[in-house]
């Protein structure tokens, strides 16, 4: 049976066994999808040597070019490509793939199993041609989900022909113990992203980690400026700062299978501006270890804040962390946009996880870390809710709760009388996994326990890839 125009299908829906999802435009290839749903979804590209392997192009390598969440709306609004694709411009050219093809990639390891040595890494890129669009761009090498390198451009590179090289000092005090993924990634002019992995076994004893911590609670937002078009001001918060104080004593109390008194360094309300912030993050950059656990948790009012798109790009929003002098005019300088959070992250060596406590937060673990770290790795992101949802606390007058956010206080839960419960399997340790499992089981409870629908509020969480890390361990009785 042939088939016609009017069968062919306008997109395709490809879900996944673990919850991801891709929605392809069928022409022209433009997606949605979710959190790391572009990581299953390609291209096979063969090999211009007839002996060479294919490659196989992971459409998340495409995010820049590809993802529009613009078009596919208009497209299941209206049924009709040609307006859907209005909303790239006004006259679309059909992509090419090999126009926006990114640099072939290599990586070579002098030592692929070290013990105190530092490793010396070769790095290549090969462009697809001459032309100034096919040439990389930038280059980035990350171990594990800490960002050794970044070249803005790589005019210090040896070039020869089309391939450029480098090698680099890989120091063995940025290992952890056990295997290490080295990941080497180019970017060309368009946003074609490539990227290639190879292990480090760094076989020196394990240690017992430490950890180190930051607990940043808003309350106060007085000298917070109008958000402007009759919205008034953001309104002060009750239990941001108790968050914040509780988040960090229950860490101290926990400390059992730590090599040292854990250390998290609290900031409150005018303590708590964006410079202060960032700063405490690289003091965290200084201190925390390869193989030590750094926990992060900000409390108080989150936000949408629109950016400027450049041309033929969708309009994008990026999730804010609103600081105690917050300015709806000039939100990048007076909050903490969660791209400015991912590039300060990335900077430490250890195992993250980073607590969000604010409304909308659940933007800040879907797009922001799926362009900021190595696919299938990167910080551990807890948010308190869906990126439409609000982050509630309990009523003032609920004493008994000493005043927290309903997320929070269930994670507060789970690290205090409640552990035994959150230890899914029995060890007597907590990870990050069973504790965002807790806080899905509980917060239905508690949403209706203040006269909130039981879904109100979902928390979202953003996991990497391999085995969970050990947090907490039970206290002894």
Same mark, same amino acid.
């Given at each position: 049976m042939k088939t016609t125009a009017r069968h062919r299908p306008l997109w395709r829906f490809f879900p996944t066994t673990d919850g991801e999802w891709v929605l392809w435009m069928w022409r022209n290839s433009f997606y949605d999808c979710s959190t790391k749903g572009d990581s299953y979804i390609g291209w096979l590209v063969n090999s211009p040597d007839l002996n060479g392997k294919p490659t196989f192009y992971r459409a998340e390598q495409f995010r820049k070019v590809l993802e529009r969440s613009d078009v596919i709306d208009k497209l299941l609004q209206t049924r009709d490509v040609r307006l859907a694709l209005r909303e790239v411009s006004d006259n679309p050219m059909p992509l090419s793939f090999d126009r926006f093809e990114p640099p072939a990639v290599a990586l070579q390891i002098a030592a692929g199993v070290v013990v105190n040595q530092n490793v010396k890494v070769t790095v290549f890129a090969t462009a697809a041609g001459s032309n100034l669009d096919y040439q990389p761009e930038r280059a980035e090498l990350w171990i594990n989900d800490y960002r050794l390198e970044d070249w803005k451009n790589l005019v210090v590179w040896a070039k020869e022909g089309d391939q450029y090289s480098l090698t680099v000092t890989v120091p063995n005090k940025k290992l952890r113990t056990g295997p290490n993924v080295v990941t080497f990634q180019t970017y060309n002019r368009l946003g074609g992203r490539a990227e290639i992995a190879a292990t480090i076994n760094c076989a020196r004893p394990l240690a017992k980690p430490r950890l180190w911590g930051l607990a940043v609670g808003v309350d106060d937002y007085k000298n917070a400026?109008?958000?402007? #078009?009759?919205?008034?001001?953001?309104?002060?918060?009750?239990?941001?700062? +108790?968050?914040? $104080? %509780?988040? %960090? %004593? @229950?860490? @101290? #109390?926990?400390? #059992?299978?730590?090599?040292?008194?854990?250390?998290?360094?609290?900031?409150?309300?005018?303590?708590? $501006? @964006?410079? $202060?912030?960032? #700063?405490?993050?690289?003091?965290?950059? %200084?201190?925390?270890?390869?193989?030590? +656990?750094?926990?992060?948790?900000l409390a108080g009012h989150g936000m949408f804040v629109e950016q400027k798109a450049a041309s033929g790009e969708a309009a994008r929003s990026t999730f804010v962390f609103c600081g105690p002098d917050f300015d709806p005019e000039r939100p990048e300088e007076t909050g903490i946009a969660s791209e400015v959070l991912y590039r300060k992250l990335a900077a430490i060596a250890g195992h993250k996880v980073v607590i969000l406590d604010a409304c909308h937060s659940g933007e800040a673990a879907a797009n922001p870390v799926r362009g900021l770290v190595p696919g299938g790795q990167g910080p551990v992101i807890m948010a308190a809710c869906d990126r439409n949802q609000f982050s509630f606390e309990f009523p003032k007058e609920d004493k008994d709760k000493r005043r927290h956010g309903l997320f929070t206080y269930a994670i507060l839960q789970a690290l205090g009388d409640k552990f035994a419960d959150a230890d899914a399997d029995h060890n007597g340790e907590l990870d990050a996994a069973e504790i965002y499992r807790y806080t899905r089981k509980v917060m239905p409870g508690l949403l209706k326990g203040i006269d909130q629908a039981e879904y109100a509020q979902v928390p979202i969480m953003f996991t990497p890839a391999g085995k969970p890390v050990a947090l907490a361990r039970a206290q002894e009785k």
């Open positions: 400026k109008s958000l402007g #078009q009759g919205r008034g001001k953001l309104q002060d918060l009750t239990g941001a700062s +108790n968050d914040a $104080k %509780e988040f %960090e %004593e @229950r860490w @101290r #109390q926990l400390g #059992q299978m730590y090599a040292e008194k854990p250390k998290v360094f609290v900031h409150l309300d005018p303590d708590a $501006k @964006r410079a $202060k912030v960032l #700063q405490a993050l690289d003091d965290l950059a %200084e201190k925390v270890g390869p193989d030590d +656990n750094c926990v992060i948790l």
